[in-house]
């Protein structure tokens, strides 16, 4: 009951924020919903009625808290080449025929959402989804481009709609009609206001957003032909926006009759897979944003899409998604739950409803310049760079998904951008054989480490998006204010769309209060200089050397930042000097490969390095990488081994040791098991201080081999968190054991022995 109080208390206080939140999102919202509409040669009230049933239905059963739903920019191709396709020369028989594709669509959504296959997402490798947003962009540039210029007229497919804008900018010099002109002056105006709204840094200005400036000012235009001027408002009707009078009394009648026709059968499922991407995609983008950290259940949140995509086919809308512009927006404005969705379509209804003769006053031009900006970011110059600087093989996924999206349609689109993306994979890996027999096979072992309450995930053989969701499931069940190691060293490949997903799960993980870091891909070569580019042990024909600064992983830069706040020394190449290791019991009987990510301090004193060796012969050969600390002393103690008692006292029983036990520490005696060839000096070595310590201390692996301590947590790389523990632990030790004093009996004891 108290919580139920707490809730609505929060609520109502949260309130004004989200009324006025929701406010300033449908001043974008009227113009890009009209807009929207107009792009897709749907009527323009389409795209309000799309806004304001999502906002109302997904707002009551959606399962995100801050994300606003509408007409998206993603379905403005879809949804106009659904309308063309089954028109059959008539564009309004295409629309009520494309309400029933929506209607359809909505019920795959609602399916999907119930199954839980939200997780699908993750089979389409990133670059994919990046090669057909820009070809959604480069399509939507391309036909409003000529609407921006007053060319209602100009049809046809994407590439030819390109190479007829030089013909549209050359006609508008040649057109003696003052409407055209005014009409074209318009939208080249709206255009600049879009561009160069940013630059401009009054903040009373910015409280309106650009696309409603743009109204604004087209609204004013007509007034004032209307009122101060004596000559009638040059743009005609037809290059206005029409909006019929009774808005909520006369709903088109979608038509089912091509219900069983393949054409009509792919408009459904390229409606259904790309709102389900674009929703995914924002909703993954705004959990990032949102300030309390919380995470949308995607699933019920494609089912409301599903149900209000229903609604909205059925009262003429365009179908409803997730969009990620508004909702930024949203959140931006302090919008913190789902009533700022709701209030958004109340504000649009009371436009729509109060503002009726305004609205048909808004020239076409400017709406499709809206869009021209908004196809204009989608497929921007900076998001190709972007993209080269990941990967040339990034590059070649990103164009052919271009190209298949514009010259085919974008379900073949994305299936050429994942096919290339598989060929790729198959040619970075040399083998078929080997890429097939693992891409089935369960390679994520997780498991919790109860002393350190830490999630340890170890990734085996490759990790791309073909099997990323076995990875994601894993992950899912952290809780996210705790502790997990994602450890890819038995990984021979990692791709890009993995990195970026992991990525996404260190930002909530640190917001949450927990640790998420990444170990294993320090060796791996690279494909570029970028952070996520897809690394790989098999190496590639231009391997960029590992240890290049502009190279290193996340987790290398984090251990150059903690050299750095030492003022100490960071290597991260390879390097096969084994002597400061190779003498200490634990690596006697094991082959070291190599050190690399070494720390030194200027005198030598610590030197912490992930090691990579290997156990056993043929078959049983194994594949081991973990992190040491060695600590070189200024003088000769006894030679010992510690660690926790039962874990390794078999391996050293055949050589004769048995536990040492000192007197008066019961205790100590129980939890460790200590060893050592002259128990009478360790004895005199472990005082009452350094007994303490090891007491209230967290256990690691410790030996000396007289004139140096090596420590050791698991057999597994250390995370940047466990090294830093490590390294206090280190440096505390050596100064207890420095300050120990020993009779000259024992330092003569120990010199004759050396």
Same mark, same amino acid.
């Given at each position: 009951m108290?919580?139920?109080?707490?809730?609505?208390?929060?609520?109502?206080t949260?309130?004004?924020?989200?009324?006025?939140?929701?406010?300033?999102v449908?001043?974008i919202?009227?113009?890009?919903?009209?807009?929207?509409?107009?792009?897709?040669?749907?009527?323009?009230?389409?795209?309000?009625?799309?806004?304001?049933?999502?906002?109302?239905?997904?707002?009551?059963?959606?399962?995100s808290?801050? !994300?606003?739903?509408?007409?998206?920019?993603?379905?403005?191709?879809?949804?106009?080449?659904?309308?063309?396709?089954?028109?059959?020369?008539?564009?309004?028989?295409?629309?009520?025929?494309?309400?029933?594709?929506? /209607?359809?669509?909505?019920?795959?959504m609602i399916?999907?959402?119930?199954?839980?296959?939200?997780?699908?997402?993750d089979?389409f490798?990133?670059?994919?989804?990046?090669?057909?947003?820009?070809?959604?962009?480069?399509?939507?540039?391309?036909?409003?481009?000529?609407?921006?210029?007053?060319?209602?007229?100009? &049809?046809g497919?994407?590439i030819?709609?390109?190479?007829?804008?030089?013909?549209?900018?050359?006609?508008?010099f040649d057109?003696?009609?003052?409407?055209?002109?005014?009409?074209?002056?318009?939208?080249?105006?709206?255009?600049?206001?879009?561009?160069?709204y940013?630059?401009?840094?009054?903040?009373?200005?910015?409280?309106?957003?650009? $696309?409603?400036?743009?109204?604004?000012?087209?609204i004013?235009?007509?007034?004032?032909?209307?009122?101060?001027?004596?000559?009638?408002y040059? /743009?005609?009707?037809?290059?206005?926006v029409?909006? $019929?009078d009774?808005?909520?009394?006369?709903f088109?009648?979608?038509?089912?009759?091509?219900?069983?026709?393949?054409?009509?059968?792919?408009v459904?499922?390229? /409606? %259904?897979? =790309?709102?389900?991407?674009?929703?995914?995609?924002?909703?993954?983008a705004?959990?990032?944003?949102?300030?309390?950290?919380?995470r949308?259940?995607?699933?019920?949140?494609l089912?409301?899409?599903g149900?209000?995509?229903?609604?909205?086919?059925?009262?003429?809308?365009?179908?409803?998604?997730?969009?990620?512009a508004?909702?930024?927006?949203?959140?931006n404005n302090?919008g913190?739950?789902?009533?700022?969705?709701?209030?958004?379509?109340?504000?649009?209804?009371?436009?729509?409803?109060?503002?009726?003769?305004?609205?048909k006053?808004? $020239?076409?031009?400017?709406?499709?310049?809206?869009?021209?900006?908004?196809?204009?970011?989608?497929?921007?110059?900076?998001?190709? &760079?972007?993209?080269? #600087?990941?990967?040339?093989?990034?590059?070649? /996924?990103?164009?052919?998904t271009?190209?298949?999206t514009?010259?085919?349609?974008?379900?073949?689109?994305?299936?050429?951008?994942?096919?290339?993306t598989?060929?790729?994979?198959?040619?970075?890996?040399?083998?078929?054989?080997?890429?097939a027999?693992?891409?089935f096979?369960?390679?994520?072992?997780?498991?919790?480490?109860?002393?350190? *309450?830490?999630?340890?995930?170890?990734?085996?053989?490759?990790?791309?998006?073909?099997?990323?969701?076995?990875?994601?499931k894993?992950?899912?069940?952290?809780?996210?204010?705790?502790?997990?190691?994602?450890?890819?060293?038995?990984?021979d490949?990692?791709?890009?769309?993995?990195?970026?997903?992991?990525?996404g799960?260190?930002?909530?993980?640190?917001?949450?209060?927990?640790?998420?870091?990444?170990?294993?891909?320090?060796?791996?070569?690279?494909?570029?200089?970028?952070?996520?580019?897809?690394?790989?042990l098999?190496?590639?024909?231009?391997?960029?050397?590992?240890?290049?600064?502009?190279?290193? !992983?996340k987790?290398?830069?984090?251990?150059?930042?903690?050299?750095t706040?030492?003022?100490?020394?960071y290597?991260?190449?390879?390097?096969t000097?084994?002597?400061?290791i190779?003498?200490?019991?634990?690596?006697? #009987?094991?082959?070291?490969?190599?050190?690399?990510?070494?720390?030194c301090?200027?005198?030598?004193?610590?030197? =912490?390095?992930?090691?990579?060796?290997?156990?056993?012969?043929?078959?049983?050969?194994?594949?081991?990488? %973990?992190?040491?600390? !060695?600590i070189q002393?200024?003088?000769?103690?006894?030679k010992?081994?510690?660690?926790?008692?039962?874990?390794?006292?078999?391996?050293?029983?055949f050589?004769?040791?048995?536990?040492i036990n000192? #007197?008066?520490h019961p205790?100590?005696? &129980?939890?460790?098991?200590?060893?050592?060839?002259?128990?009478?000096?360790?004895?005199?070595?472990?005082?009452?201080?350094?007994?303490?310590?090891?007491?209230s *201390? $967290?256990?690691?692996?410790?030996?000396?081999?007289?004139?140096?301590?090596l420590?050791?947590?698991k057999?597994?790389?250390?995370?940047?968190? @466990? =090294?830093?523990?490590?390294?206090?632990?280190?440096i505390?030790? @050596?100064?207890?054991?420095?300050?120990?004093?020993?009779?000259?009996?024992?330092?003569?004891s120990?010199?004759?022995?050396?």
């Amino acid at each position: 009951m108290k919580d139920t109080q707490s809730n609505i208390s929060q609520f109502m206080t949260q309130l004004p924020k989200n009324i006025f939140s929701g406010f300033v999102v449908s001043l974008i919202a009227l113009p890009l919903g009209l807009g929207l509409a107009l792009a897709s040669e749907a009527p323009p009230i389409s795209g309000i009625i799309a806004a304001v049933v999502g906002g109302i239905i997904v707002s009551i059963f959606g399962g995100s808290k801050v !994300t606003i739903t509408g007409p998206g920019n993603g379905l403005v191709v879809v949804l106009l080449g659904a309308i063309t396709t089954l028109a059959n020369g008539d564009l309004y028989q295409g629309y009520i025929f494309t309400l029933a594709a929506i /209607i359809c669509a909505g019920v795959l959504m609602i399916i999907i959402g119930l199954l839980r296959l939200g997780t699908l997402s993750d089979f389409f490798p990133s670059s994919a989804i990046q090669g057909m947003l820009a070809a959604i962009g480069i399509g939507i540039f391309a036909k409003q481009f000529h609407v921006m210029l007053a060319n209602v007229s100009v &049809k046809g497919d994407t590439i030819s709609l390109l190479t007829d804008i030089p013909k549209s900018i050359i006609g508008l010099f040649d057109n003696d009609s003052n409407a055209i002109v005014i009409a074209a002056i318009v939208g080249i105006s709206s255009l600049l206001i879009m561009f160069f709204y940013g630059k401009i840094r009054n903040k009373y200005f910015q409280l309106v957003p650009a $696309p409603m400036w743009i109204v604004l000012i087209a609204i004013g235009l007509s007034y004032y032909y209307e009122l101060f001027s004596t000559e009638t408002y040059p /743009i005609g009707k037809e290059l206005l926006v029409q909006i $019929p009078d009774s808005v909520f009394s006369n709903f088109p009648t979608p038509d089912f009759s091509l219900l069983t026709d393949f054409k009509f059968i792919g408009v459904v499922f390229a /409606i %259904t897979l =790309i709102s389900s991407i674009e929703s995914l995609l924002s909703i993954k983008a705004v959990d990032k944003l949102d300030p309390l950290k919380r995470r949308a259940n995607v699933n019920k949140d494609l089912t409301a899409l599903g149900i209000a995509s229903i609604v909205s086919g059925f009262v003429g809308g365009l179908n409803v998604v997730t969009v990620i512009a508004r909702s930024s927006v949203n959140v931006n404005n302090g919008g913190s739950n789902r009533s700022a969705n709701f209030f958004h379509s109340v504000f649009l209804i009371l436009f729509v409803v109060l503002f009726q003769d305004q609205l048909k006053r808004i $020239p076409l031009t400017a709406l499709a310049a809206i869009l021209v900006y908004t196809g204009y970011k989608l497929a921007a110059p900076k998001n190709l &760079k972007a993209v080269a #600087q990941i990967g040339k093989e990034q590059l070649l /996924i990103f164009f052919a998904t271009v190209i298949g999206t514009i010259t085919t349609n974008l379900i073949t689109g994305i299936l050429i951008g994942i096919l290339t993306t598989v060929v790729i994979h198959l040619i970075l890996n040399k083998s078929i054989a080997i890429f097939a027999r693992n891409l089935f096979k369960p390679n994520v072992l997780m498991f919790k480490e109860e002393e350190s *309450n830490t999630y340890f995930i170890s990734v085996k053989n490759f990790s791309s998006f073909l099997n990323y969701t076995r990875l994601r499931k894993k992950l899912d069940t952290i809780p996210e204010d705790k502790d997990a190691i994602i450890d890819f060293s038995l990984c021979d490949f990692v791709d890009y769309t993995v990195q970026e997903s992991l990525l996404g799960y260190q930002q909530t993980f640190k917001r949450k209060g927990g640790s998420f870091e990444i170990t294993g891909l320090d060796s791996h070569g690279t494909s570029s200089a970028h952070p996520l580019a897809v690394r790989s042990l098999i190496p590639f024909s231009k391997k960029i050397k590992l240890g290049a600064k502009s190279n290193l !992983t996340k987790r290398q830069e984090e251990l150059q930042n903690i050299a750095t706040d030492f003022s100490w020394k960071y290597n991260p190449k390879k390097n096969t000097n084994f002597s400061g290791i190779q003498d200490f019991m634990f690596f006697k #009987q094991k082959k070291i490969n190599y050190l690399n990510n070494s720390i030194c301090d200027p005198k030598s004193i610590f030197s =912490i390095s992930d090691v990579e060796f290997s156990e056993g012969e043929f078959i049983a050969r194994t594949l081991v990488r %973990t992190t040491v600390l !060695t600590i070189q002393l200024d003088k000769e103690i006894p030679k010992f081994t510690l660690d926790k008692e039962g874990l390794i006292e078999f391996v050293y029983k055949f050589a004769g040791f048995k536990d040492i036990n000192i #007197q008066g520490h019961p205790d100590f005696s &129980k939890r460790f098991y200590l060893l050592g060839e002259n128990p009478k000096n360790i004895k005199t070595l472990f005082t009452n201080e350094l007994v303490l310590f090891f007491e209230s *201390n $967290p256990y690691y692996h410790i030996e000396c081999n007289g004139r140096s301590i090596l420590l050791m947590g698991k057999e597994r790389l250390a995370s940047i968190k @466990e =090294i830093k523990a490590l390294l206090d632990y280190g440096i505390r030790l @050596e100064k207890v054991v420095s300050g120990i004093q020993y009779d000259q009996i024992v330092l003569k004891s120990l010199k004759i022995k050396s």
